[in-house]
């Protein structure tokens, strides 16, 4: 016997046929079924298909293994010493695909994968200088220096904290 299936229709028109098991590690699509079956196409306006398709490979994994937990604030730059291998690699991706999975978690309600790809984007900027944080965002610094010394001035304490 064959698991149950539901067809999500990507942002690009194309389908993605999934277990139900596994699409259901969404909050929003689980919601959905609910309401309407899985007779019925689930449209997905602010996904692509290939990122869905790392959404779903995902949660197929989370299938049968323990979603990750990753202690905050990051202990290292280096995500594979604060979880495992597979999630570590999952999410080595060039920045617009990471950024386009962190949009579509955030959108699917899928917290494990939203909160482990919020934190490859933390241990990418972890221990870098503001310059180069601006730089890996592609933020254009417009405080005049005098503003700028205004805000480290207000915010140090911060600093003090780590």
């Known amino acids: 016997?064959?698991?149950?299936?539901?067809?999500?229709?990507?942002?690009?028109?194309?389908?993605?046929?999934?277990d139900v098991e596994i699409a259901e590690k969404s909050v929003l699509i689980?919601?959905?079924?609910?309401?309407?079956?899985?007779?019925?196409?689930i449209p997905l306006p602010n996904v692509k298909k290939a990122i869905l398709e790392k959404v779903v490979a995902f949660c197929a994994y989370l299938k049968d293994n323990t979603p990750p937990e990753i202690e905050k604030?990051?202990?290292?730059?280096?995500?594979?010493?604060?979880?495992?291998?597979w999630y570590a690699d999952f999410v080595n991706l060039d920045q617009e695909v990471l950024f386009e999975l962190i949009l579509a978690s955030n959108y699917l309600d899928i917290k494990p994968l939203l909160e482990l790809s919020c934190a490859k984007v933390a241990s990418l900027i972890k221990n870098k200088s503001i310059p180069e944080i601006r730089k890996f965002f592609n933020i254009e610094n417009d405080f005049t220096p005098e503003e700028e010394q205004q805000i480290m001035e207000e915010n140090k304490w911060a600093e003090e904290s780590f």
Request: proline share 5%; aromatic share 0%; charged share 35%.
């Open 30 to 41: 689980k919601g959905l079924i609910d309401d309407s079956g899985t007779d019925e196409e």
């Open 73 to 85: 604030p990051l202990r290292s730059a280096n995500l594979a010493d604060v979880t495992s291998p």
């Open 1 to 18: 016997m064959s698991a149950e299936k539901v067809k999500l229709l990507c942002s690009d028109g194309e389908i993605v046929e999934v």
